[in-house]
């Protein structure tokens, strides 16, 4: 098959099924939103879930779900325990640390 004709799958199912709905790119992007915001505070330095949700404005479940998230891929890392919460660091190696 030449390179001209080989399609990639994200180019069939688009054909296929149209381009994403709108809500689900919404989503993505209040995901993001949220993502940006808590990088941006934890770039200050080791922050717990309570200090980041009142830093960001964002409600502590909310926060808690990202971090989690977050920490599963490896964008941060628990920094220490302190009494009753786990303070969270920007990853080492994190290049959109540096770069935001």
């Keep these: 098959m030449s390179a001209e004709k080989k399609k990639s799958t ?3 199912l688009k054909e296929r099924f149209g381009p994403p709905p709108k809500e689900v790119l919404e989503r993505i992007k209040k995901y ?5 915001a808590i990088k941006k505070v934890l770039k200050e330095g080791p922050k717990t879930v309570p200090e980041i949700a009142s830093a960001t404005g964002i409600p502590s479940p909310e926060v ?12 941060i ?9 786990y303070s969270y660091r920007l990853a080492e190696g994190d290049e959109t640390a540096q770069g935001e």
């Design 32 to 36: 993001n939103a949220v993502r940006a």
């Design 77 to 85: 890392a628990e920094h220490e325990d302190e009494m009753d919460y």
């Design 64 to 75: 808690l779900w990202h971090v989690m998230s977050m920490k599963k891929y490896g964008l």
């Design 10 to 12: 994200v180019s069939i």
